[in-house]
């Protein structure tokens, strides 16, 4: 009998010491991609998100802070086909911008734990979050030889095509004397609507040859380097008139 007393004594203070922990809620973490043109993309577990470097990256853990407990979160990022991270952060919200191609796996590990005893621990990774998935293009970069600055919609503006994961660029046009007549950097690459126009000063020059050099390096590690000549054509149309 006194030994049963002693039992339940010690279970009496064992409760008193560790209450019973309420398990804490499972997190909502997110991502949020937001590109260079500013268009923005929200990513739950599982989802991937396809698009070219660079892009700005938010990672919210999005969990509550439980009387009792402390929290704790961790952010590994992995390159797809690789076994360690080869960056780990430690925020609950953490802003990060990518510049290289490939595929990253981004995996959410949040673990409550608790304050009064260190047994009682609420981990939540792998099993309930699936990995976030970015995968970026390879770079790629082309330059025109020739356009029409007539007005028709078409065409009206030099510039590059085709660029993907570009993460620096600059480019210039020249007269054949060698004066600049215009440049611009990555914000205004890859647009039809942007671009050299086919003025100086605000004044048509004329139709003829001119010189653009184009230096830029992809998310990839490729640079580009272009030297070439442009045709400035006036009075043409794309039936071919």
């Not at 019973?20 to 991609?33: F, G, K, N």
């Not at 500013?38 to 990256?57: H, Q, R």
């Not at 647009?191 to 020059?205: F, I, Q």
């Amino acid at each position: 009998m006194k030994r049963y007393l002693l039992l339940l004594f010690a279970l009496f203070i064992t409760l008193s010491v560790y209450p019973q922990a309420v398990q804490p809620e499972i997190p909502e973490p997110t991502v949020s991609v937001t590109e260079s043109d500013g268009l923005t993309t929200e990513l739950a577990p599982g989802d991937e998100f396809s698009g070219e470097a660079p892009i700005k990256l938010k990672l919210s853990a999005n969990a509550e802070e439980v009387e009792g407990f402390s929290l704790v979160v961790v952010w590994t990022f992995t390159k797809e086909g690789e076994t360690e991270p080869y960056l780990t952060r430690h925020d609950a919200e953490v802003e990060i911008d990518v510049k290289t191609s490939g595929a990253i796996i981004i995996q959410p590990e949040i673990t409550y734990t608790s304050l009064e005893n260190s047994d009682v621990v609420w981990p939540y990774g792998a099993e309930e979050f699936e990995p976030f998935r970015i995968i970026l293009a390879e770079s790629s970069l082309e330059v025109p030889n020739a356009f029409s600055p007539n007005g028709d919609g078409i065409n009206d503006y030099f510039n590059v095509y085709n660029a993907k994961s570009i993460v620096s660029f600059h480019a210039a046009i020249f007269n054949r004397w060698g004066q600049q007549l215009y440049s611009w950097g990555l914000d205004g690459i890859d647009s039809k609507e942007n671009g050299w126009d086919g003025t100086y000063n605000g004044k048509p020059v004329k139709a003829g040859v001119y010189y653009v050099v184009v230096k830029a390096k992809g998310a990839d590690g490729i640079e580009y380097e272009f030297r070439r000549d442009v045709n400035l054509l006036r009075g043409y149309d794309e039936s071919g008139n």
